[in-house]
C-alpha cells in the first residue's frame, strides 16, 4: 500500500475551558493563511478551568509570528509523524502492531477517514523514535 509519510512540528497552547477560547486561537491562525491539516483541543485535569490545543502545520514566519501571538509553542516533546494512506479495514491495527514489534512506544495516536484516504498522526516521544517509525511505515508500505 503506498504510504505518504511526514514529519510534523507540533505546535501546543494552553487555553481556558470556555466557551470562544478555541476559536480565538484558531482565528488568529487563520488571520495568518494557517491552513491546518491537525487539530486537537481537549479540557485538561489540572489545573481546573484549563485545556490545551494542539494543531500542524505552522509554516512560515507570518504563521510563525501569528501562533506565537496566540499562545503557541513548537512542541519539544511530541514528535509527529503523519501517515496517509488509502483506508482500509485493520490498517491502523497492521501499523501500531508493527510498531510495537519494532519496541516503539507511541506517545499518542490519532486517526480519520475521509472517503477512500485515511490520515493518521503518531505521537512519539523522540526524533530517534519518529526515524525508527518511518522505517517500520517503509516496510509496511
Not at 487555553?15 to 491539516?37: F, P, R, V
Not at 504563521?63 to 496566540?70: I, R, S, V
Not at 501499523?95 to 505521537?123: C, Y
Amino acid at each position: 500500500m503506498k504510504l505518504d509519510i511526514r514529519r510534523e512540528q507540533v505546535w501546543v497552547a494552553p487555553m481556558s475551558d470556555k466557551s470562544g477560547a478555541l476559536a480565538e486561537k484558531l482565528e488568529q491562525l487563520a488571520a495568518a493563511g494557517a491552513n491546518l491539516d491537525f487539530l486537537i483541543a481537549r479540557r485538561v485535569d489540572k489545573p481546573a478551568g484549563r485545556g490545551v490545543v494542539f494543531v500542524t502545520p505552522i509554516r512560515g514566519p507570518k504563521q510563525q509570528a501569528a501562533a506565537k501571538k496566540a499562545g503557541f509553542h513548537k512542541s519539544e516533546s511530541i514528535h509527529g509523524l503523519s501517515v496517509g494512506c488509502k483506508d482500509a479495514p485493520g490498517y491502523a491495527a497492521t501499523i501500531t502492531r508493527a510498531l510495537a514489534e519494532a519496541k516503539i512506544n507511541l506517545r499518542g495516536f490519532s486517526g480519520a477517514a475521509v472517503g477512500k484516504r485515511a490520515v493518521l498522526h503518531l505521537a512519539l516521544d523522540s526524533e530517534s523514535d519518529v526515524t525508527k517509525a518511518r522505517k517500520v511505515m517503509n516496510k509496511i508500505a
